[in-house]
């Protein structure tokens, strides 16, 4: 399959530590924009304003997309979109609210977000959580001077590492019919990491999933063995003992992407988008690890 997509990066998962430090977040920034593959940076909460107007420019004159990042924010703060009490749902409104003002303030074009944990009570769960969504989407609409910005949900585990309520693909199937029907500017990151970590194959995943709900998906890696160090959703470097992900796993997800229609299907971007969210372990260099995954990635499309 010939490459017929914009390559991205998640800045904050590729340099650690970084995205709150104004120098190391221009400095990574700059080394994303100087490597011509990448058309795409996915960046989250800026630390403060002249540093959101310094990014900005740079995106703009390296000719980089961007995309918003609220997760990183739900779970710094510990916020739950998808909680049942209206006081905490709200509050994670009104931090939401202040992520799409940022992401349009980015020229981003896509705003991606994850559930709360998974409480128990999954039905009244997803009842608040739609909620939410019903509540972002319409505010990203009307604040949005032309094109929407997309509001991404992004499924997680349910029960290893961040125990979200989406959660399964199933469910994110379910939610997805229903935000669809409400609402043009709604759709679902993959991530080909989480699917171990959910026990699901990507052929489970997408046929799950109503196939025009996906509209951005994520390569990387994860370990499933619970007494190793990087056990859980941590984003290990591709080669990384005992991890699931390699080569192979790259060519069948992209594969049944490519089956499904999602490298032909209308994306903000203009083509539709793949990035990568890779970790460097301690020791490594970002550059490095980036470098990596697009050796896999190159060998999984001439495989």
């Known amino acids: 399959m010939a ?53 900005r420019s740079l995106l703009e ?69 739609i909620k939410t969504l019903d509540e972002i989407c319409a505010y990203a609409a009307d604040r949005s001077s032309s094109e929407p910005l997309l509001i991404l949900v992004e499924p997680f585990d349910r029960n290893v590492d961040k125990k979200a309520l989406v959660g399964p693909s ?20 993959i991530d080909l990491s989480h699917l171990p970590l959910l026990g699901e194959t990507v052929d489970e995943c997408l046929i799950s999933l109503p196939s025009e709900s996906v509209r951005h998906v994520h390569i990387g890696n994860c370990v499933t063995a619970p007494d190793d160090p990087f056990y859980g959703d941590q984003h290990p470097p591709f080669g990384y003992p005992r991890s699931e992900n390699g080569v192979e796993q790259v ?5 049944a992407l490519h089956y499904s229609g999602y490298f032909s299907r209308p994306s903000p971007y203009g083509l539709p988008t793949v990035s990568f969210e890779v970790k460097p372990l301690p020791d490594q260099d970002p550059l490095i690890v980036l470098a990596n995954a697009k050796r896999v990635l190159r060998a999984s499309l001439a495989s």
């Open 3 to 55: 490459q017929n997509f914009k390559l991205g990066v998640v800045q904050f998962m590729a340099f650690p530590n970084s995205d709150q430090n104004p120098e190391a977040l221009l400095a990574s920034l700059k080394a994303i924009a100087l490597d011509a593959d990448f058309s795409l940076v996915e960046v989250t909460r800026m630390p403060d304003q002249e540093t959101l107007t310094k990014v």
């Open 61 to 129: 004159s390296a000719h980089l997309d961007c995309g918003f990042a609220a997760t990183p924010v739900i779970l710094r703060q510990g916020l739950n979109p998808s909680a049942t009490d209206e006081t905490v749902r709200k509050s994670a409104v009104d931090e939401l609210r202040r992520c799409v003002d940022e992401a349009i303030a980015l020229s981003a074009k896509t705003l991606t977000l994850m559930s709360g944990p998974f409480g128990g009570d999954e039905a009244g769960e997803l009842r608040a959580f």
């Open 170 to 189: 199933p469910l994110a199937g379910e939610l997805a019919s229903e935000m669809m029907s409400r609402h043009g500017n709604f759709g679902l990151l």
């Open 251 to 255: 060519r069948i997800f992209l594969s």
